[in-house]
């Protein structure tokens, strides 16, 4: 029991600190800390005189990211790359950058609202939506899985985050083939997506198909704790929501269209493509 409770102790400290680490993190990504210990580790008051900024400070920033592993403390006293620091500079993959500075920046205030929204269902701060589409690594190979033979979808739906990529992934539409594809709607609220998905209805032929690619919620959030936490940053937010396989399947339904399954993005923790298709008649 004791055990547990240490345990218990120990995760609460960690989560307690977190927000001091998110911010410590964004300062330094706004200062281009990372970016300049990138190819090789630099004194703290290198990085002062370079970054503009008070030295002593910034030794104290630096040494709370060396003490949570985010960069790196050689023995000679200089501060380095870690791998989560390499995935914090402007030019690394992925939007972490962006969605660091997202979350300290201008979401801090709406978590604030978190309690709000619970009771009423509305964020305290409406925003819009849309944003936020990062599909995993894999995604694409999925989609074009499931698309099998067509060289391109016909149609494209979905936030303007998700049709920027889908278009990237297939080059170009290819209008008159009976396939659409789609992506982001959940950055986005009930009749928004729905919206998108009678959009796709309406543009496909008899016995056309729909393909989403998008994040599902498991019925045991224990499975993907990660998109649980997701969900509740969209509610804050005010961006949408995640939808568990039933929502999708009575979303598409709704818009009547025929749901046909799910395919999971291998390796992803919840993403998965959604098929759907238009009746013969």
């Not at 269902?121 to 995993?136: K, T, Y």
């Not at 998700?162 to 539409?173: D, H, I, V």
């Not at 395919?263 to 993403?271: D, I, L, R, Y």
């Amino acid at each position: 029991m004791a055990g547990r409770e240490r345990g218990a102790a120990g995760w609460l400290e960690r989560t307690l600190a977190a927000p001091a680490l998110v911010q410590a993190m964004a300062v330094a990504a706004r200062l281009g800390i990372f970016d300049l210990v990138r190819d090789q580790p630099k004194s703290a008051l290198l990085l002062a005189s370079t970054a503009g900024v008070h030295p002593e400070a910034l030794t104290r920033l630096l040494r709370a990211l060396a003490a949570e592993g985010v960069l790196d403390f050689g023995e000679d006293g200089r501060y380095g790359a870690t791998p989560v620091a390499g995935l914090l500079c402007r030019q690394a993959p992925g939007d972490y950058l962006e969605r660091l500075l997202a979350l300290a920046n201008r979401e801090w205030e709406a978590w604030g609202g978190l309690l709000e929204a619970v009771e009423t269902g509305r964020p305290s701060v409406p925003r819009a939506g849309g944003e936020g589409f990062a599909p995993p690594p894999g995604a694409a190979e999925a989609l074009r899985r499931a698309a099998g033979d067509v060289p391109a979808p016909g149609c494209i739906i979905g936030s303007p985050a998700a049709r920027a990529w889908l278009e990237r992934t297939w080059r170009a539409a290819s209008p008159g083939v009976p396939l659409a594809a789609g992506g982001g709607l959940s950055c986005l609220a009930d009749a928004e997506a729905a919206a998108e998905v009678a959009a796709a209805h309406a543009a496909l032929p008899p016995g056309g198909r729909l393909l989403l690619l998008e994040p599902v919620v498991p019925a045991d959030p224990r499975a993907a704790p990660g998109l649980a936490l997701r969900d509740l940053e969209l509610l804050a937010l005010g961006r949408g929501r995640l939808r568990g396989l039933e929502e999708w399947r009575k979303l598409l339904e709704r818009t009547g269209l025929r749901f046909d399954g799910a395919a999971p993005v291998k390796g992803t923790g919840g993403w998965m493509v959604l098929a759907a298709s238009r009746g013969l008649v």
